[in-house]
């Protein structure tokens, strides 16, 4: 019952001898309801050891939450791959990673936006920047919704590239990149004739007057 309704447990527990309140958190620490038992210090964890036996119970098992209610609680993550999975449930964790952010190489940041695009409004512009071009690039080629908000992080040549390999991409462009697409440029991307359907309402908008010369060369 307590799992079906978490919100019981605080009235239940608190009314339980503490014999009997320690059998029944032995077994509520493995359900749904930790994130709130270590919030409200029916749980504590204090040491790596008391850590440990909760570890995959925390980072795995979809009760990441424990971490937004008790940030100090990342001082016991040292690995790279754990900080990645659980940052991929908890994006807003980013507020509170610190230095620790510097566990993550360019490719765990990558898996990290990918999985989980909310994490944008987390990461920090400058870590962001630092990824650089390709990486950035290589990330809206897997998820293009991502261009969104990444695209002005790369140059018009990168957004060709893009329309060419993920044509859907194009819904993600806002007008002021879809505008730079010159004649050369979409004689270049037509070089994929299929791809007419999707560039077409952008020549009609933008080039209309090149519209020949483009056909002509398709």
């Known amino acids: 019952m307590l799992e079906v309704n978490p919100k019981l447990y605080k009235v239940i527990l608190d009314s339980l001898p503490e014999e009997r309140k320690q059998e029944l958190l032995e077994r509520l620490q493995f359900t749904e309801i930790l994130p709130f038992l270590i919030r409200d210090k029916f749980i504590t964890i204090d040491t790596e050891e008391e850590f440990k036996k909760l570890r995959f119970s925390l980072l795995y098992d979809?009760?990441?939450?424990?971490?937004?209610?008790?940030?100090?609680?990342?001082?016991?993550?040292?690995?790279?791959?754990d900080l990645e999975k659980l940052l991929i449930q908890q994006p807003t964790l980013f507020k509170y990673l610190g230095d620790k952010i510097d566990m993550l190489a360019d490719y765990d940041l990558k898996d990290i936006i990918v999985k989980?695009?909310?994490?944008?409004?987390?990461?920090?512009?400058?870590?962001?920047?630092?990824?650089?071009?390709?990486?950035?690039?290589?990330?809206?080629?897997?998820?293009?919704?991502?261009?969104?908000?990444?695209?002005?992080?790369?140059?018009?040549?990168?957004?060709?590239?893009?329309?060419?390999?993920?044509?859907?991409?194009?819904?993600?462009?806002?007008?002021?990149v879809l505008r730079q697409l010159d004649k050369y440029d979409m004689v270049s991307i037509l070089y994929k004739k299929e791809l007419y359907p999707y560039m077409e309402p952008i020549i009609d908008k933008y080039i209309p007057d090149d519209k020949d010369y483009i056909l002509d060369r398709m």
């Open 62 to 81: 979809g009760k990441g939450k424990a971490f937004v209610y008790k940030p100090e609680l990342l001082r016991f993550i040292t690995s790279s791959y």
């Open 116 to 176: 989980n695009p909310k994490t944008l409004n987390y990461i920090p512009e400058e870590r962001l920047d630092a990824m650089g071009e390709y990486r950035i690039y290589s990330m809206i080629y897997s998820k293009p919704i991502l261009a969104r908000q990444l695209y002005h992080k790369i140059g018009i040549n990168y957004i060709i590239d893009l329309i060419k390999s993920v044509p859907k991409v194009i819904q993600y462009l806002p007008d002021s």
